[in-house]
């Protein structure tokens, strides 16, 4: 009997990388094997399963697909079997086929994933390409906020998906200053500019409307801008109450343009704080810091880490996503081996970038290597 296998979920990142792969493959024939198993399934039902069709596929007229495919299919039972009776926690996904792009060649490829999250498909498919879609949807951003900014004279709107802040539009007011007149044509002027203020906050609210309402995956929306400004455009009544219940918080700014976008983001972090981006930041701020200060806690470069990693001095890994995919994969690999956290740091915000420039390969240490850095 074969040994049982023992293998753990993917991270994200190791994850995009196969979806990438598998993505790219295009069979010659319909060959390409994809099993996946949903989170509890019995094992032995999917087995059976496969080795019906394999039944099945010895009617393949042609002699050569006919081959592929069967042995696809018991590649993919034998990785089935070595996972003993039990389906791994979030469930398994098996592609399995001949990827040669020569006809006549062989070159017969397996992948077993353990997705990071729980896989709820289940699905047997022999096809031309690999079916991939519901790793896919793991990848998608599960949580994205709408920002937006105003002032008199102009508001932006925008969204954070993750780490990124995309800017979904922005516009002028024409709501004219104050004008120094006096007696009634003050009160006169004072009517015209409240009543483009007022068009300016209908146009903005429809906006918003347009961008916001229905969006999958909004878990709420920011607001910022000077304190009377945002106040106004909420007392209004003109936003529609679906989202006006996703409003998480307000702040007070001093810009309404993409400046004042990221100035709320900044400014928004209580309200963020399990968002990826302020997460990146606050691991990328504490390296610097130490990185100054404690210098002889930190280590940047190939070298440098691997050295603390082969003493099992660290306590963070941070990688870059930028970084050579073999590099990181051996890093990632002696920090898992030695109990080390490990953090990708994409190049979305402004210190991922600088981390990138410095190598993007940095440590946090458990304990000092050079005590004279110090």
């Not at 920002?147 to 007011?173: N, P």
């Not at 529609?240 to 004042?260: C, N, Q, S, W």
Request: proline share 3%.
């Amino acid at each position: 009997m074969a040994e049982k296998i023992d293998i753990k979920p993917l991270t994200r990142e190791e994850l995009a990388e196969i979806v990438e792969e598998l993505s790219a493959i295009r069979g010659r024939h319909t060959e390409l094997v994809s099993v996946l198993v949903p989170s509890g399934a019995n094992l032995n039902v999917v087995i059976d399963q496969l080795e019906a069709e394999k039944s099945t596929a010895r009617n393949i007229k042609s002699a050569t697909t006919r081959k592929n495919v069967i042995e696809a299919l018991e590649r993919a039972t034998r990785q089935l079997r070595l996972l003993g009776q039990q389906t791994p926690k979030n469930g398994v996904a098996i592609y399995s086929g001949n990827i040669s792009p020569v006809e006549g060649q062989t070159d017969m490829r397996i992948w077993m994933i353990v997705p990071p999250e729980e896989l709820k498909t289940r699905l047997y498919r022999c096809d031309q390409i690999f079916i991939i879609e519901p790793l896919k949807e793991m990848l998608e951003v599960k949580e994205v906020y709408g920002l937006f900014v105003i002032d008199r004279k102009e508001a932006t709107i925008g969204l954070l998906e993750g780490k990124k802040i995309k800017i979904l539009q922005h516009l002028e007011s024409g709501v004219p200053g104050k004008i120094r007149v006096g007696g009634q044509s003050a009160h006169r002027y004072e009517r015209i500019i409240e009543g483009k203020a007022k068009d300016f906050y209908r146009e903005c609210a429809e906006l918003l409307k347009k961008h916001f309402f229905g969006m999958k995956n909004l878990k709420g929306i920011i607001i910022g801008g000077p304190v009377p400004t945002k106040e106004d455009f909420l007392k209004e009544g003109l936003l529609v109450t679906a989202l006006k219940e996703k409003i998480i918080g307000m702040k007070d700014l001093g810009y309404a343009d993409e400046h004042g976008i990221e100035m709320l983001v900044e400014a928004s972090q209580d309200l963020l704080e399990q968002q990826e981006i302020v997460k990146e930041k606050k691991s990328m701020e504490k390296f610097f810091n130490m990185l100054g200060k404690e210098k002889a806690k930190t280590a940047y470069g190939y070298e440098n880490v691997k050295k603390a990693l082969d003493v099992a001095a660290v306590e963070t890994l941070l990688l870059s996503k930028k970084i050579d995919k073999k590099i990181a994969k051996e890093l990632q690999k002696k920090a898992e081996e030695t109990g080390a956290n490990v953090e990708f740091i994409s190049v979305d915000t402004q210190e991922g970038q600088q981390f990138f420039n410095l190598s993007g390969i940095g440590a946090i240490l458990r304990y000092a290597l050079n005590k004279e850095a110090e």
